[in-house]
């Protein structure tokens, strides 16, 4: 398959809190594929009428969907462009759903062995808190529908702070989750077809890699971390197997920490940023390909898988 040969239509924008930072990174692609002589155009989605609008992606041959969050990431765009036989990026409608809703994901994860931080979700009062909640030092509480950190707060465990993470959380899609708080090192590894890159250690400034660190702090450090060979290829592995159990499949970055020799699974992202200061672009530069090569992989495993 030669990308040169198709139309390729860059699906971003929508209507979720990621908004800006999906049409930020669709127009580095754009930019991108232009300057390469690939017939590419930004559809940009600003509501739910546009989304569903047949015209919209007429003309087009392949659907590189940006868009973050609801509306991209829960599989309701690319049920659009199903029903109208455009292809698309990314996993299918199954991976999106399980990995969207964080609630599922963990179902998933707990029936299937992987380590995840403990968990309960739809508990809005302290008191009602498990045992092993009430006694963690610290909780992260979060909502089941949301992606950037958005209505995250890891907050010292007491009744009243917890009042307030989930009158925050509540503000944003989905259910409120509670997490004992892992301290650990934050990792991420970018799946790129059977390509799963080396891990990046990420080190924000604020308390934790929230929205702040991720799009507007210029003191996030990133880095390569070294691990012994036998360790690197287990954590792959499990990366991969995560990934794979939630039905995701082309490309995507799965989230999570290194605390005392163990790995905690916290999140898979299905349409990661693609920003320049995005973390799989600098997964894929590390395993020798540029920003061109990293586009053109995502839209040739799409077609051919």
């Keep these: 398959m030669k990308i040169e040969n198709l139309s390729i239509g860059i699906v971003c924008g929508g209507f979720s809190n990621e908004r800006e930072i999906s049409l930020k990174g669709a127009q580095s692609i754009h930019q991108t594929l232009v300057e390469k002589n690939i017939n590419s155009r930004l559809i940009d989605i600003k509501d739910k009428n546009e989304m569903h609008d047949e015209k919209v992606y007429q003309?087009?041959?392949?659907?590189?969907?940006?868009?973050h969050g609801k509306g991209g990431e829960d599989g309701e765009v690319q049920e659009f462009l199903s029903s109208l036989n455009i292809k698309f990026s990314g996993s299918d409608i199954l991976g999106l759903k399980n990995s969207y809703d964080k609630v599922l994901t963990k179902q998933i994860w707990c029936e299937n062995?992987?380590?995840?931080?403990?968990?309960?979700?739809?508990?809005?009062?302290?008191?009602?808190?498990?045992?092993?909640?009430?006694?963690?030092?610290?909780?992260?509480?979060?909502?089941?529908?949301?992606?950037?950190?958005?209505?995250?707060?890891?907050?010292?465990?007491?009744?009243?702070?917890?009042?307030?993470?989930?009158?925050?959380?509540?503000?944003?899609?989905?259910?409120?989750?509670?997490?004992?708080?892992?301290?650990?090192?934050?990792?991420?590894?970018?799946?790129?077809?059977n390509l799963i890159c080396d891990p990046i250690e990420i080190e924000a400034q604020e308390e934790f890699y929230n929205f702040e660190a991720k799009y507007n702090r210029t003191d996030t450090s990133y880095s390569f971390p070294v691990f012994a060979e036998d360790k690197l290829a287990k954590l792959k592995k499990l990366s991969k197997n995560a990934f794979d159990l939630l039905g995701c499949d082309k490309w995507g970055r799965v989230d999570l920490i290194e605390y005392e020799e163990k790995f905690y699974f916290i999140e898979v992202n299905t349409v990661p940023g693609m920003t320049e200061t995005s973390l799989v672009p600098k997964s894929a530069e590390k395993e020798g390909l540029n920003f061109f090569e990293l586009i053109k992989k995502i839209i040739i495993d799409s077609i051919d898988n």
């Design 113 to 193: 062995k992987i380590n995840t931080p403990q968990y309960v979700s739809d508990i809005f009062d302290w008191s009602d808190l498990p045992d092993f909640l009430k006694k963690a030092s610290k909780l992260v509480i979060k909502p089941s529908k949301e992606g950037s950190s958005l209505g995250v707060s890891i907050i010292k465990n007491n009744s009243e702070n917890f009042s307030k993470a989930i009158k925050h959380a509540k503000k944003y899609e989905g259910t409120p989750i509670i997490e004992e708080f892992i301290p650990g090192r934050e990792l991420t590894i970018s799946v790129l077809g």
């Design 59 to 67: 003309g087009i041959d392949f659907a590189l969907v940006m868009i």
